[in-house]
C-alpha cells in the first residue's frame, strides 16, 4: 500500500540523521524539509502539515543545548511524537457494554464501503462473542438490502430490513427496537449513501439517529478518495455526532493522508482499518503502533 512508500520516505529522511555526525541547524532544517514533502506527497493537508512541522521545530528549539547522540534522539521523538498527535484526537471511541444493547450507526457516501465494513464488524465483535445484528436502514440503493442480507447469512448474523417499506427511517427505528427486545449486544445499522442529494441525505441521517438514538455513529471514509474526504467528514460530522472514523480501501491505491488529514479536521477517533474486501480485513488502529509500524 502507498502508506508504506510515506513510512519509507519518512524513515529514509530519520536514517539519514543517524548517519550524520553535526546535527547543525542547517541539518535539523534538511530533515524537516524533507519530512514535510513526503507529507504533501502522500496527500495529507497542508495546515495539518504545518501545523506538524511547527511542532515538531518547537520542541527541537526548546532543547537547544541538546547535542550530538541526544540531539537525533529528540528529533526522530519529536517526529513521531507529532504523526501520532496527527492520528490520535485524544477523544477516546466509544466503549461497547458488553450484556448491554450497543446501537452502532454508520454512515457515509455509497461506495465508500459501509456495508462491507458492517460484515467485517460485525465478524469481528462475533468472533469475540459478542451476540451481533444487522439492520438495513438503506431503502434508497437497489440492491442494498440483498448485499447485506448476503453478508448476514454468510456470517449467520440475524438482520432486519424490508424489500417494500421505503421509509428508512421506520426501518431503523422497527429493526432496532425488535433487536433491543432480543437483548442484541451490538446492533448495527447501515444507512443510506447517495450521492447528488446530499441535503437529504443528511437530513435522513439527522432523523435515523433521533429514531434510534444510536450509541455511536460510525463514518466510513474510504482512503482513495483523498482530500475531499475532508469535506465530507465534516458535512457528516455536522449532521451527526460522528464518534469514530474507519478508514477504508488502505490496501489499494490510497495515498491515506488525504482521509488522515480528515481526521485531524473532524477530532473523531480512528477506531479501525480496512485492507480489503474479505471479512478478516479489518484492523484495529492504534495511532501510536501504526506509526511505529509505518516508520519501519
Ligand atoms: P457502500 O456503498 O458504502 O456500502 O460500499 P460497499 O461496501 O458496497 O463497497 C463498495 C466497494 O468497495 C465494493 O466493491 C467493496 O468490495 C469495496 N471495498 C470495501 N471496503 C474495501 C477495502 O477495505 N478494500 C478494498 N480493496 N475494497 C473495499
Known amino acids: 500500500m502507498v502508506l508504506q512508500e510515506l513510512g519509507g520516505k519518512l524513515s529514509a529522511a530519520l536514517r539519514k540523521l543517524q548517519s550524520t555526525t553535526v546535527v547543525d541547524e542547517e541539518v535539523v532544517k534538511a530533515i524537516i524539509t524533507e519530512i514535510t514533502r513526503a507529507l504533501l506527497e502522500s496527500d495529507v493537508n497542508i495546515k495539518v502539515v504545518m501545523e506538524l512541522k511547527k511542532n515538531v521545530e518547537a520542541k527541537i528549539n526548546r532543547s537547544e543545548d541538546a547535542s550530538g547522540a541526544s540531539k537525533k534522539r529528540l528529533i526522530q521523538q519529536a517526529v513521531m511524537e507529532e504523526l501520532v498527535a496527527m492520528l490520535d484526537p485524544k477523544t477516546p471511541p466509544y466503549q461497547m457494554k458488553k450484556g448491554a444493547s450497543n446501537v452502532i450507526m454508520f454512515v457515509g457516501l455509497q461506495g465508500s464501503g459501509k456495508t462491507t465494513t458492517i460484515a467485517k464488524f ?175
Open 122 to 296: 460485525a465478524h469481528y465483535y462475533q468472533r469475540k462473542g459478542w451476540r451481533v445484528a444487522m439492520v438495513c436502514a438503506d431503502t434508497f440503493r437497489a440492491g442494498a438490502f440483498d448485499q447485506l442480507k448476503q453478508n448476514a447469512t454468510k456470517l449467520r448474523v440475524p438482520f432486519y430490513g424490508s424489500y417494500t417499506e421505503a421509509d428508512p427511517v421506520r426501518i431503523a427505528e422497527e429493526g432496532v427496537e425488535q433487536f433491543r427486545k432480543d437483548r442484541f449486544e451490538v446492533i448495527i445499522v447501515d444507512t443510506s449513501g447517495r450521492h447528488k442529494q446530499e441535503d437529504a441525505l443528511f437530513e435522513e441521517m439527522r432523523e435515523i439517529q433521533a429514531a434510534v438514538q444510536p450509541d455511536n455513529c460510525v463514518f466510513v471514509m474510504d482512503a482513495t478518495q483523498g482530500q475531499a474526504v475532508a469535506d465530507q467528514a465534516r458535512a457528516f460530522h455536522e449532521a451527526v455526532p460522528v464518534g469514530s472514523v474507519v478508514i477504508t480501501k488502505l490496501d489499494g491505491h490510497a495515498k491515506g493522508g488525504g482521509a488522515m488529514s480528515a481526521v485531524a479536521a473532524t477530532k473523531s477517533p480512528i477506531t479501525f482499518l480496512g485492507s480489503g474486501e474479505h471479512f478478516d480485513d479489518l484492523e484495529p488502529f492504534v495511532a501510536s503502533s501504526f506509526v511505529s509500524k509505518m516508520l519501519g
